[in-house]
């Protein structure tokens, strides 16, 4: 079993960043993915951003593509959500997953694909 715990939430200005961490323990596995969903008031859970075991390999939704980054570092078990220029419709509660994965270079963009989850961090900008 895998616990992933989120950090970095908060109330942000529109405009401004935030970086958003989650660090996992427990179970170990050869490769696992890690990705960032987000859900927000009366929404369905969305795919934000993911991030291959290699590091090597990243997607976006279209929605934040060029506003936000996500790397990882191994060595902490913990991976990064960096957001800039922030939009009200970013307010949500984010949530980090991770997956084992048979390839290094391999992440998935669908939540159905994700095995463990975390609490949840909110993200709330303000206009």
């Known amino acids: 079993q895998v616990q992933l715990v989120e950090s970095g939430g908060g109330l942000v200005q529109a405009g401004g960043s935030l970086r958003l961490s989650c660090a996992a323990s427990g179970r170990t596995f050869s490769s696992y993915a890690m990705a960032w969903f987000r859900q927000a008031p009366g929404k369905e859970r969305e795919f934000v951003a993911a991030?291959?075991?290699?590091?090597?390999?990243?997607g976006y939704a279209d929605s934040v593509k060029g506003r936000f980054t996500i790397s990882r570092d191994n060595a902490k078990n913990t991976v990064y959500l960096q957001m800039n220029s922030l939009k009200p419709e970013d307010t949500a509660v984010y949530y980090c997953a991770a997956v084992n994965t048979r390839y290094s270079g391999s992440y998935y963009s669908t939540d159905r694909e994700y095995d463990y989850w975390g609490q949840g961090t909110q993200v709330t900008v303000s206009s």
């Open positions: 991030i291959s075991w290699s590091g090597g390999n990243t």
